[in-house]
């Protein structure tokens, strides 16, 4: 079947770092991605979409600032928590659709980010 | 990796008519979740149930939980048309913190 990858798995980081996380999809095209955020043992909570060459859109509360989303391929999406605080400390997925309307969803592994 | 499994992996029925969806897993969880995909859309969080719950109601959400036979089952009534997404569940195992979904059902309400 289609496979994501995600890279780093995990990452530990100092406060006031940027980290970049990179979301593939290595044997489809993915026009769109799909970045989310879990607390321990919480819900998924969607942070945004990222469409190849354009802006993502970010949901309601999400600093974009903060996530920088690129999607600047077709295989290639990267998320870049800027200037890392503890609270960012987290466990960050992405999902790629593949086909359109209906295109079967594809998640990563996730990366689990630790900033101290 | 996704080892859960939706089942039916399709579904369409007429408006007004209750939908069921089946989501079976294979270890220990810690927790049930169910999410709602709209086309384009990201995940959206509809109802967590814990292994300690059977049956749980958000609105005309229905979710029942049998840990015994590892399966779970989410029953929307009364659909609508707005209710056409794909449905995944997603369990969360007792030792970690991620997530392992299912492949989705993609349900189809006709109006």
């Known amino acids: 079947g289609a496979v994501v990858s995600q890279h780093p798995s995990w990452v530990i980081c100092k406060s006031g770092t940027s980290v970049k996380i990179e979301c593939r999809s290595l044997?489809?095209?993915?026009?769109?991605m799909f970045w989310y955020r879990q607390f321990p043992k919480q819900s998924l909570m969607l942070m945004a979409t990222s469409n190849e060459g354009s802006k993502a859109t970010y949901e309601q509360g999400v600093e974009k600032d903060k996530f920088l989303i690129n999607h600047a391929s077709l295989t290639l999406s990267t998320l870049t928590v800027t200037s890392a605080h503890p609270e960012d400390s987290s466990f960050y997925i992405c999902s790629a659709e593949m086909g359109s309307w209906a295109g079967e969803l594809f998640f990563g592994e996730g990366s689990r980010l630790t900033v101290l | 990796s996704q080892q859960g499994e939706e089942d039916p992996q399709a579904l369409s029925i007429q408006e007004g008519e209750n939908a069921t969806m089946n989501c079976s897993y294979k270890?220990?969880?810690?927790?049930l979740q169910w999410y709602r995909q709209n086309s384009g859309r990201g995940l959206v969080h509809l109802i967590l149930?814990?292994?300690?719950?059977r049956e749980k109601h958000s609105g005309r959400l229905r979710v029942t939980l049998d840990t015994s036979k590892k399966s779970s089952s989410l029953l929307i009534t009364a659909s609508r048309a707005a209710d056409t997404a794909s449905y995944f569940c997603a369990t969360v195992t007792g030792g970690a913190d991620g997530l392992t979904f299912g492949k989705g059902t993609h349900l189809i309400i006709q109006p």
């Open positions: 149930i814990r292994s300690n719950e």
């Open positions: 044997d489809f095209q993915a026009t769109t």
């Open positions: 270890t220990s969880i810690n927790n």
